[in-house]
């Protein structure tokens, strides 16, 4: 959630601040700022809103001069959106300025205290806090300075630094928030994410916790909260720049949608070598696995329902028992951990709060953690003892697709690689479950190909009210997440149900006209699905089908099919969700929402 960027070097630093809060508002925000040292002052403009208002103040960025600054673009915690409440802050002499990611939780103890020392505040942020206790324990050092609010904070924080008294250095700080530098040619960045700076450079440093961090325009030096200089080794950006452009897509997330079957080929393909599956970043010997006794998988949102997803693939073909855990409830349920147990977190940035706590939770009781994550050197990926990258590339839209699926076939390779070394999984099956995995990409292409058909569909239900989505199994988990899409993006009320609950009080809410999406791709379970479709359509239900190619539904079971490619019955979702993602798009795109950015919600949730 919210977005850093910070700029030092020999160009004008509004425009790049700009620039790179544009390539970061898919994370989600209603208010902006930029401050600007202009040799003499720390400028500061601020704007609730669009980027478009903060654009229109400052001319395009041209308005404020000055070759260092600091951008922010806010989601609001403490305190309304305003223009008061936006970042930056800073302190009463306007000496120092702060951007700020996360939550200080003590910020009202250390308020009280401010106040009573003289301190006035003008804002409800917790972040105010900061600028008020860097002035107030400034000693001329900023690094010292900053160390020593460090000690004081509680909670969660990536902060971004001007002192006016050093005009040629900027800083930054993190704990449990993402922040990255970028290294350019007389000229240096700090970000929350890579796209933000990718424009300028692809050698970046990933700040560790409890890092400082000191940039001029020719240096970066780093230092940990004793005030002692450590050595931090660069990494550089692969992914084409283009990658986070929209390519002629009219949103990101359509433009996702369609890289589905290139990000299922990348992250599938490299392990898969001579008819055996090969994880290369998998350090697991055979004895680790043959070791599993229990797995909990602990993620949010989408990759929670990946996760369910996983729980029936790994169960069947590895018969080890899992759990599936959300990640803002696993660590506060004291969760069982005994000898044997494997903990798995889903992320897709790397960088999800209450995912990094989970993880955290199950190291400190001495138990393994194994990562699938999208994004290199994030703290999910640093922090596990395993970690297995999904390569979707870089994703933009805030309702997730590609990351999804990749997720999905990950856990495909784990449940199978697992099956083989347990022996759980005869070769027979192991050898056809491995052709229908390399044959997944190509299925999601012809699904694509169908789109027209699912948007004429979707047109006609752009006013529905409520919408339920049914399934049982692996069905109930697609379900999960077509109904997450659909409500994240469209704004319509929708719930995901095991169809065989309908009967246990979901049915009385169905009525003349309500729209049922029913997912049925288990050919063992058809006969039970298709008699619940038939309960809700007894009840005036219009029912949308998904299914099997070869299993022909008639206009007296479902009113409006959609047909997936026959593939292994472990795969399924992986085509399922396709048609339920084009859905959810075209009913917002017809309710004229914003797709790529729906209300009230942020790409990285770095807060709990």
């Known amino acids: 959630m919210c977005g850093i960027v910070g700029y030092i070097g020999n160009q004008e630093a509004a425009p790049i601040l700009l620039d790179g809060l544009t390539k970061l508002e898919y994370r989600g925000y209603d208010s902006a700022g930029l401050a600007v040292f202009d040799g003499e002052n720390i400028n500061i403009v601020k704007a609730k809103g669009r980027l478009q208002v903060l654009r229109e103040l400052t001319g395009d960025g041209k308005a404020l001069k000055g070759c260092i600054g600091i951008g922010h673009t806010r989601w609001a915690t403490h305190g309304a959106p305003s223009v008061t409440n936006s970042h930056p802050h800073h302190n009463a002499k306007e000496t120092i300025a702060v951007v700020h990611n996360g939550i200080i939780e003590n910020y009202m103890k ?8 003289g301190y006035t505040f003008i804002s ?13 324990y400034y000693n001329g050092n900023p690094v010292e300075t900053i160390a020593k609010v460090m000690h004081r904070v509680e909670g969660s924080y990536a902060l971004g630094i001007i002192f006016k008294d050093h005009p040629d250095k900027l800083y930054a700080v993190r704990k449990d928030s993402p922040l990255i530098v970028g290294v350019g040619e007389h000229e240096n960045f700090i970000a929350s994410d890579v796209p933000a700076i990718l424009k300028y450079t692809r050698n970046v440093y990933f700040i560790e916790n409890e890092e400082i961090v000191e940039l001029s325009k020719k240096d970066v030096h780093f230092y940990n ?9 660069m990494s550089e950006v692969k992914w084409d720049i283009s990658a986070a452009e929209k390519s002629g897509y009219e949103h990101f997330m359509l433009k996702e949608i369609y890289e589905q079957p290139k990000a299922l080929r990348d992250t599938i393909s490299p392990r898969v070598k001579n008819g055996e599956i090969v994880i290369d970043e998998l350090t697991m010997t055979e004895e680790d696995i043959k070791n599993i006794k229990k ?23 590895a018969r080890i028992p899992v759990e599936v855990d959300l990640a803002s409830e696993f660590r506060y349920r004291n969760p069982i951990l005994e000898e044997g147990t494997l903990v798995i977190i889903i992320s897709q940035s790397g960088e999800t709060a209450d995912s990094i706590a989970a993880l955290r939770e199950a190291k400190s009781r001495g138990i393994k953690v194994l990562g699938i994550v999208n994004v290199v050197g994030s703290t999910i990926a640093r922090e596990s003892d395993n970690v297995m990258y999904t390569w979707a590339g870089p ?19 784990l449940a199978m690689y697992f099956g083989k070394v347990k022996g759980t999984l005869a070769k027979e099956e192991y050898s056809d479950m491995l052709k229908e995995l390399m044959l997944l990409p190509d299925k999601v292409q012809t699904i694509l190909g169908d789109k027209e058909n699912i948007q004429f569909f979707a047109n006609r239900y752009v006013g ?5 989505f049914i399934g049982r199994g692996q069905d109930y988990a697609v379900s999960l997440e077509g109904s997450l899409k659909l409500k994240e993006i469209s704004y319509i009320h929708s719930e995901a149900y095991a169809a065989g609950e309908l009967k246990h009080g979901t049915i009385s809410l169905i009525e003349e006209g309500t729209l049922v999406t029913a997912v049925l791709t288990n050919e063992e379970l058809y006969k039970k699905t298709i008699s619940n479709i038939v309960e809700v359509r007894t009840r005036g239900a219009f029912v949308l089908a998904v299914t ?23 795969f399924t979702s992986s085509l399922a969700v396709v048609p339920l993602q084009l859905f959810g798009y ?19 949730v770095t807060v709990e």
Request: net charge negative; charged share 30%.
């Open 295 to 317: 797995i909990f998988i602990v993620a949010c949102g989408s990759a929670y329902h990946a996760g369910v997803n996983g729980k029936y693939v790994i169960e069947g073909a």
């Open 124 to 136: 409800e942020t917790d972040t105010e806090v900061v600028a008020h206790l860097l002035d107030y």
């Open 586 to 604: 075209y009913v917002s795109v017809g309710r004229g929402c914003d797709v790529d950015k729906p209300r009230n919600l942020a790409k990285s």
């Open 225 to 233: 909260s004793d005030v002692e200089e450590i050595e931090k080794e």
């Open 464 to 468: 529905a009210k409520d919408v339920f």
């Open 548 to 570: 099997n190619e070869d299993n022909i539904l008639d206009k007296e079971t479902a009113d409006y099919v959609i047909y997936i490619p026959k593939t292994h019955k472990y």
């Open 110 to 117: 250390l308020k009280e205290k401010l106040i009573k020392k």
């Open 395 to 413: 994703e933009i839209a805030v309702a997730t697709t590609k990351a999804y699926s990749t997720q999905l076939s990950a856990l495909y390779l």
